[in-house]
């Protein structure tokens, strides 16, 4: 049985991986800081798999010399950073030294332990604001925010070093929680569909849409909104393809389809039958017009594509925010 070391495996997407890692046989060691987790996604999965993960409160910014572990590990899933556009615009430095410096320590280490597979958390904040419809790997990249570049700069130093062999996911925008709603993402977390979410159950709480003159259908950011099971199912088929294939390469992660967020707002309304008020505000810095994938070299090297769509998503998320206390 293959052993996986997983970074920010406390967190939303990390955690979906540990479980999805779990239900296919590999073992799982957890490195967090628990800088934006607790452990509570972590036992839970224990509870509901009934099976054993190894965790290690670490920060991948420390000195990592004297981590070592029981088992052999076979790759690294890489998720531990700050993720934040906004707060990477009021704190670079902390956002440079967390996640540019953590994944450069993650790698040295690596490579010391003989630890030759990395499959890293990229963003489409990459490419920043391109005037085109889909994009693809080779768009040019220029990002807005500094937590953009930061990913864009970890992705280079994956690039460089000789002997790695690293897949990057450019994630586009990542929602939903498992089918069965036994966990998920931060009910108070300040992404679009979370405070949708949050407005619909807790009349009070006003939804605000930053931006309605952008060049787009009816002037909201359009993305493209992608389940957080096929996300890990990516991850996946990242480390199987590494078993094949040597180097780095690059993968767009998404579904293809856009919605503004206008449209999010309809869907979540066609789905309630309830009306969802909303308040528009200015722009924030480093948001971009369009963000959609084009995931077609995902689908032909890693035979990977999403199955899920933005109903999924949302009625993922109902199930989720029921069982959280939310009515
Ligand atoms: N959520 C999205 O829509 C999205 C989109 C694109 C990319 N990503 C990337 O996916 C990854 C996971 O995102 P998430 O939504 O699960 O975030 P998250 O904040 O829920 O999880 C990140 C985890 O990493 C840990 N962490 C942060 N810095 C660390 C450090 N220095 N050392 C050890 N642990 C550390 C945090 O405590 C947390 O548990 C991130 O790299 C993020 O940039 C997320």
Not at 180 to 191: L, N
Not at 242 to 264: A, Q, R, S
């Amino acid at each position: 049985m293959k052993t996986i070391l997983v970074t920010g495996g406390a967190g939303y997407i990390g955690s979906h991986m540990v479980y999805y890692l779990l239900e296919n046989n590999f073992k799982v060691v957890v490195l967090d800081n628990f800088s934006n987790s607790d452990i509570s996604r972590l036992e839970k999965i224990r509870e509901i798999t009934d099976k054993n993960i190894e965790v290690i409160e670490k920060d991948l910014t420390d000195d990592l010399e004297n981590l070592k572990f029981k088992e052999k590990i076979e790759a690294i899933v890489h998720f531990a950073a700050l993720k934040s556009v906004p707060e990477s615009m009021e704190k670079p430095l902390e956002y440079y030294f967390n996640n540019v410096y953590g994944t450069l320590n993650l790698t040295k280490w690596a490579m010391d332990n003989d630890i030759r597979k990395i499959v890293f958390s990229s963003t489409c904040a990459v490419y920043g604001d391109v005037d085109i419809d889909v994009l693809t790997e080779s768009t040019t990249t220029n990002p807005l925010s500094v937590y953009g570049r930061t990913k864009l700069f970890s992705e280079r130093i994956l690039e460089d070093i000789s002997g790695l062999n690293a897949v990057s996911l450019r994630y586009f925008n990542v929602v939903g929680n498992i089918e069965s709603g036994e966990f998920g993402d931060d009910v108070y977390g300040p992404a679009i569909i979370p405070s949708i979410l949050r407005s619909y159950f807790k009349k009070d709480v006003q939804l605000e849409i930053y931006g309605n003159d952008y060049n787009t259908k009816d002037g909201t950011p359009v993305r493209d909104y992608i389940h957080v099971e096929d996300l890990v199912d990516a991850h996946f088929r990242a480390l199987k393809f590494m078993e094949k294939n040597k180097g780095f390469k690059v993968f767009n992660i998404g579904t293809g389809t856009g919605y503004t967020l206008l449209e999010l707002i309809k869907t979540l309304e066609n789905i309630v039958q309830e009306k969802i008020p909303y308040e528009i505000k200015e722009r924030k810095a480093g948001d971009v017009e369009k963000a959609v994938a084009d995931s077609s070299l995902a689908e032909e090297l890693l035979n990977w594509k999403a199955k899920k769509n933005i109903n999924d998503i949302f009625k993922s998320m109902l199930k989720y925010y029921e069982s959280q206390g939310f009515r």
